[in-house]
């Protein structure tokens, strides 16, 4: 199986997280996002168990929460010891109904605007990721305004390709985040930013892509990391006291994808800092990572209703479902592959090949291409997609003015709770004037 917490029952029906999702289904309908809570606090714990033990106790993960930004996401990081990355004011508001200590948020993005400023520092934001020179001068203009110090972080490019989709790879040198080493322009906007007389310059970020597997990316970005703070130090005097690797580990959404075994991965990274800090004679900076996708996603599944099924003799097959691109966005973004089953007939040979769509008017709006389902699949069924617990309700829309589902939350292998309601009709007139 694509993950552990999907099973089979003696009655064909597909279990996600020791639960019925056909019962599951009929409880509160589809399209309906399931997150298995027990997976997500399992996997924040292997992040903060491998952190203690390879990196010691400064050490931190901060969870990515773009991957999925709901109250209950930021609660559950709370009572995990996470922290969090945040990217806009909307998930810092977000964080604050959860009473996350918003001392332990990362605040992220190529371009904060003014507004995002003051409310972030009203809010008591612990640290900005700084991209860009206009936005170290915006910062410290209202830091100066306070008369406080913000602490920052200035988001690098080390230069490397993490062989990843071209939309989410972010670390090479011509990328629209962060400043290039390799250019200079990472040393000016550290002389620049260390003049600022409001800013406390902490250390430095990178991020070079997401679902990575290859095998050496983030140790080789330590070492150019590293390397430019041994640079930094030996010219201006400034030692980052914090080192911020990024995110992106891989995550199983289909059979071919590797198993990453996180303990070990942290484990590898923490001997090549260690190594590396040892040759340029550098104190071992706090080191903080930033998982998002490999929190949540083996956490989710998405549920569907089957209505057409078309059969174009010669050509292909359809399998139309109640949801679409609008709360299944990567297909339609960058043709991300994902798991699909007929849930409630798992007993059955799926070998009738087809293309599950939804039910969007747009030719690109596909769940999923070359699927194989049973023969048997029609109006009523029900399809599960897995792997579907970051960036799907996050970046949902309402196109087609079609309602987001709920988020429900399964936990200890009987209980279920939604986390997040259904939108009904009146909300998605609610703005309209
Ligand atoms: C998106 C993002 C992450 C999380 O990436 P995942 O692939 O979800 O782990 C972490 N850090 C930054 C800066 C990001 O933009």
Sequence with gaps: MICDNITTAANGHLLFAGQDTAALAREYGTPLYLMDEDRIRRNCRTYT???????????????????????????????????????????????????????????????????????????????????????????????????????VLLRLTPGIDPHTYEAIATGKVDSKFGSAIETGQAEEITAFTLRQPHIDLAGFHCHVGSQVFAEDVFERAAVIM??????????????????????????????????????????????????????????????????????????????????????????????SVDGSMADHPRYALYGALYTCFLANKMNEAADFPCDVVGRCCESGDIIQRDVSLPASVGRGDLVAVCTTGAYHYSMASNYNRLPRPPIVMLRGGSEHYAAVRRESPEDLCRNDL
């Design 49 to 151: 168990a491998a952190f203690r033990r390879h990196f010691g106790d400064r050490a931190r993960p901060l969870y990515a929460s773009k991957a999925l930004s709901c109250k209950r996401i930021y609660e559950i990081m709370r009572e995990e010891d996470m922290g969090v990355d945040v990217v806009s004011s909307g998930e810092i508001y977000t964080a604050l109904q959860a009473d996350f200590d918003l001392s332990r948020a990362y605040f992220h993005s190529n371009n904060k605007t003014d507004e995002d400023i003051r409310y972030a520092m009203d809010c008591g934001v612990g640290c900005f990721v700084a991209d860009n020179a206009e936005e170290i001068r915006a910062i410290e203009d209202e830091a100066a305004a306070r008369n406080i110090k913000q602490s």
């Design 226 to 319: 590293l390397e430019f703070i041994a640079h930094v130090k030996a010219k201006y005097g400034c030692m980052a006291r914090q080192l911020d690797l990024g995110g992106g580990y891989g995550v199983r959404y289909v059979e071919s994808d590797p198993y990453l075994d996180v303990d070990a991965k942290v484990g590898q990274v923490a001997a090549s800092i260690r190594e590396t800090c040892a040759r340029l004679e550098l104190e071992i900076p706090e080191i903080h990572m930033e998982p998002g996708r490999s929190i949540v996603a083996d956490a989710g599944m998405t549920l569907y209703t089957v209505g057409t099924v078309k059969r174009i003799p010669g050509y292909k097959n359809y399998v």
